[in-house]
Nanobody
Framework: QLRLVESGGGLVQSGGSLRLSCAAS????????VAWFRRAAGRELGVSCL???????YYRDTVKDRYTISRDKAKNVVYLQMDGVKPEDAGVYYC??????????????????WGRGTQVTVSS
């Protein structure tokens, strides 16, 4: 059974960088969708997602050109590199994953497996 564990959160200055990790165990992330979500102020927003079938990536407009999602297949880990961090980027970041539908690279879910989250705090 797939299990996801996020790490890498913490306190970062506005304009700084942070790299979040989503480590998978129990199953590989092959032919899967993996997404990062941010929960803040009672809202949950999809930030970025990745199809491991074709390595296509997608980003929310507000993080495009600042965030990079990537995968280390050998380590079974998906990363979210956050650069030029802004105060509005603060929140709890969750990764989620599920197998892709046949012949699809749609990576925004739905997801049956979620991690427990990692907190990102931004100081201005």
């Amino acid at each position: 059974q797939l299990r996801l564990v996020e790490s890498g959160g913490g306190l970062v200055q506005s304009g700084g960088s942070l790299r979040l990790s989503c480590a998978a165990s129990g199953s590989t992330l092959d032919t899967s969708a993996v997404a990062w979500f941010r929960r803040a102020a009672g809202r949950e927003l999809g930030v970025s997602c990745l199809s491991t079938r074709d390595e296509s990536t997608y980003y929310r407009d507000t993080v495009k050109d600042r965030y990079t999602i990537s995968r280390d297949k050998a380590k079974n880990v998906v990363y979210l590199q956050m650069d030029g961090v802004k105060p509005e980027d603060a929140g709890v970041y969750y990764c989620a994953s599920d197998k892709l539908a046949n012949n699809s690279n749609y990576c925004w879910g739905p997801f049956r497996t979620w991690g427990r989250g990692t907190q990102v705090t931004v100081s201005s």
